[in-house]
């Protein structure tokens, strides 16, 4: 079935500095994207959607200058957390759908911690 | 929009009987309804999924029905076991592609 990796699984780093996450499609190619945010106990919220070789589309609320997307291959999405914040701890979720089926095919997951 | 609601909010089973899990959407054109199961500091995985065009749909120990008169979906596991304890999400899809999700439930299988 449809594998989606995304790295790093969990990361620390210092208030004000950037934090990039990686989300990779092994075995398809997705030209579509989504980014979800999950702090603890509650359930996915959607960010952005990813799309490749154009702009992404953020949810409202969602600050873009914050959080950038890149979608430059269609097997490959990141997401850079810039200035991060304390707030901005939250585990990262990326999924991508294959065109021809239903189901999305969730990464693992970040778990971001600012200190 | 499209509003999802999920429950319960907890579920707690002993080891050998069934949970059921219920979410109700709002959009009656939707027609394509996952479940996932979200192990702890893991992303979700589907389990199963249905078709606006079938009733229930059966896979081992998982079955998920779908009632689209009355809109609402369930998630139906037996004869659980302590590996069933993670917390179930349901979905709904957009016609964006978006999927919007329930708020979760957490199933503890008590052995």
């Known amino acids: 079935g449809a594998v989606v990796s995304q790295h790093p699984s969990w990361v620390i780093c210092k208030s004000g500095t950037s934090v990039k996450i990686e989300c990779r499609s092994l075995d398809f190619q997705a030209t579509t994207m989504f980014w979800y945010r999950q702090f603890p106990k509650q359930s996915l919220m959607l960010m952005a959607t990813?799309?490749?070789?154009?702009?992404?589309?953020?949810e409202q609320g969602v600050e873009k200058d914050k959080f950038l997307i890149n979608h430059a291959s269609l097997t490959l999405s990141t997401l850079t957390v810039t200035s991060a914040h304390p707030e901005d701890s939250s585990f990262y979720i990326c999924?991508?759908?294959?065109?021809?089926?239903?189901?999305?095919?969730f990464g693992s997951g970040t778990r971001l911690t600012v200190v | 929009g499209e509003n999802v609601e999920q429950h319960p909010s907890t579920l707690s089973v002993q080891e050998g009987d069934s949970a059921v899990i219920k979410c109700t959407y709002s959009d009656s054109a939707s027609n394509y309804f996952p479940w996932y199961k979200q192990e702890l500091g893991k992303g979700p995985q589907l389990i199963i999924d249905i078709r606006s065009n079938v009733g229930e749909k059966k896979d081992q120990r998982i079955a998920v029905t779908l009632n689209k008169t009355a809109k609402h979906f369930s998630l139906h596991i037996t004869e659980t076991q302590p590996e069933d304890s993670a917390v179930y999400f349901c979905?709904?899809?957009?016609?964006?592609?978006?999927?919007?999700f329930g708020t979760g439930t957490r199933l503890k299988v008590l052995a």
């Open positions: 979905a709904v899809p957009l016609q964006s592609y978006k999927y919007i």
């Open positions: 999924s991508a759908y294959e065109t021809g089926t239903y189901g999305y095919t």
């Open positions: 990813s799309n490749e070789g154009s702009k992404a589309t953020y």
